[in-house]
């Protein structure tokens, strides 16, 4: 059987063959055999960096904005035992081969404000104890355990939360709004990767108010361990690959705006309705920034082939890095709606086949939540079609009795 988070969403499977295009598969394909680290975890790891690595000089029109190779990912295991670290050990051996500085100084943990993650990249700060600006604006921040940047998002006041979604938008100038920071950065360079259990994210969610606009800023991968090694894996001669991914690195800094090629312009006309339209629910918030988070995987596949042009097999891989970001999706979400009391109330029906009357749902909530609360949580339920009401005869008026529609 396969492993359900969710009765209708079975575990993702294995990333798509397109996926291991050029340098990016070939890396994969030496280091998998020798690693219990899922192919997933690798690559979900491996992109951001390389994105990082290029900086803020190629990017993508998409209207009126510019999109530059930055990308946000979290794996996520059902367990602690998913080697998510193996993942990250075995990536960070490549990256200090590819470019020692980089990946000596510009790699990062321990997110906790957004005036922290700005200071990072900062520009100089005047006044009777002047700080010099940070020369490189590039920045790949690394939290093994993300459950912490969820709680740090959540104390009052915090300015992380917007931080990291500016950042992510890659503007000009980024600076948390509070009245007493003078910390900003010009044209900052920022990319994030982390850990997180499936256990903790859920628990986290249904905590975090401002998670959708969070949330559909990463790439999330479901890993788990790929093969059982008791003696570990071998080294493995990454000298040729990394020398190669770096003279792909550096010709990609010199590169401007990136656009696709005629057959990529055709592939993206078939697959651009899918991408643009809207799912319901919790899945289609996380998921919602789909044409810009393939057009950026994209770019990063081209560069990493020396190209300026996205062709078609960079938009192909891209899609399949995509298509494995929706599958996790489902896995770690299923149909959860992202508001805690609507989607506690629909567990209440599925487990009650009859239905349950207004009162029935208030009273399974120890009457602690208010009406107007359930009010709006049976409205989320109806406007997604997953429940409805019907009027329910008394001796009084009429009683409001909800059902699930499934």
């Known amino acids: 059987m396969p492993e359900r988070a969710h009765d209708n969403a079975p575990w993702p499977d294995p990333l798509g063959e397109a996926a291991y295009h050029g340098l990016a598969g070939e890396w994969l394909c030496l280091i998998s055999p020798h690693t219990e680290a899922d192919p997933a975890a690798l690559l979900w790891h491996f992109l951001p960096a390389v994105g990082n690595m290029i900086g803020r000089g190629p990017h993508f029109r998409a209207e009126g904005d510019r999109h530059y190779p930055v990308l946000y990912t979290v794996i996520v295991g059902q367990t602690s035992k998913g080697r998510k670290g193996t993942a990250e050990g075995r990536v960070k051996q490549l990256l200090n081969l590819v470019d020692p500085d980089w990946a000596k100084n510009r790699i990062k943990s321990g997110l906790s404000t957004g005036e922290g993650l700005v200071y990072e990249v900062r520009d100089a700060i005047g006044g009777k104890k002047p700080v010099p600006s940070v020369s490189d604006k590039r920045l790949l921040v690394s939290e093994p355990e993300f459950a912490r940047v969820f709680s740090a998002c959540e104390r009052p006041g915090s300015t992380l939360s917007p931080t990291i979604r500016q950042a992510w938008d890659c503007p000009e100038l980024l600076s948390p709004m509070t009245k007493t920071s003078r910390c900003q950065a010009t044209r900052p360079h920022i990319s994030i990767t982390g850990h997180i259990t499936r256990d903790e994210l859920m628990r986290k969610l249904s905590e975090t108010e401002e998670f959708n606009g969070f949330a559909n800023r990463i790439l999330w991968g479901c890993v788990r361990r790929s093969q059982c090694l008791p003696e570990g894996g071998l080294d493995v001669d990454l000298t040729d690959v990394a020398s190669r991914i770096s003279v792909a690195v550096n010709a990609a800094k010199g590169v401007g705006e990136m656009k696709r090629s005629n057959a990529a312009r055709v592939l993206w006309n078939d697959v651009y309705p899918g991408l643009s339209e809207g799912k319901p629910g919790l899945l289609g918030a996380v998921t919602a920034r789909a044409e810009a988070q393939v057009m950026r995987i994209a770019c990063i596949y081209a560069l990493l082939d020396e190209e300026a042009e996205i062709k078609k097999v960079h938009l192909s891989a891209a899609l399949a890095v995509w298509g494995y970001n929706v599958a996790s999706c489902q896995w770690i979400f299923g149909d959860a709606l992202g508001d805690p009391i609507a989607d506690e109330i629909l567990r209440e029906l599925k487990s009650n ?54």
């Open 353 to 406: 086949p009859a239905g349950l009357t207004r009162t029935e749902i208030r009273d399974h909530f120890g009457r602690n939540k208010r009406a107007d609360q359930i009010g709006r949580a049976l409205n989320v339920l109806a406007e997604y079609g997953l429940a409805r009401y019907f009027k329910q005869p008394t001796e009084g008026r009429p009683a409001e009795l909800w059902k699930c529609t499934g």
